[in-house]
């Protein structure tokens, strides 16, 4: 059974960054695809990023185009988000979810297995 395990939350004032890690472990297929996703209070969870197990291919929401970075160490089973010039607008619980097969998304349902979370803040 796959688990993921994020870390790296925290409070942080506006224009600052913050890297989540995204950690696996146990059984997943040959190919797959880590997401990273958010929800706020009383809004729906949002699609951040996503990048394949090979780490050669990415894809960002429109919110976060040009100030998130995905990443995946090569080899290893941890991805990161790193996150630069956070704004009050990003503050959420941050989800990592993994699905089989290597197709890009950001469709929550798409993804079927998924970590616990992490808060992150961004308020002055």
């Known amino acids: 059974q796959l688990q993921l395990v994020e870390s790296g939350g925290g409070l942080v004032q506006p224009g600052g960054s913050l890297r989540l890690s995204c950690t696996t472990s146990?059984?997943?297929?040959?190919?797959?695809?880590i997401g990273w996703f958010r929800q706020a209070p009383g809004k729906e969870r949002e699609g951040v990023s996503c990048?394949?197990?090979?780490?050669?291919?990415?894809i960002y929401a429109d919110s976060v185009k040009g100030r998130f970075t995905i990443d995946k160490e090569k080899g290893k089973n941890t991805v990161f988000l790193q996150m630069n010039s956070l704004e009050p607008e990003d503050t959420a619980v941050y989800y990592c979810?993994?699905?089989?097969?290597?197709?890009?998304?950001?469709?929550?349902?798409?993804?079927?297995?998924w970590g616990q979370g992490t808060q992150v803040t961004v308020s002055s």
């Open positions: 979810a993994a699905k089989q097969g290597a197709r890009l998304t950001l469709l929550a349902a798409d993804f079927g297995s």
């Open positions: 146990g059984f997943i297929s040959p190919t797959y695809a």
């Open positions: 990048i394949t197990s090979s780490g050669g291919s990415t």
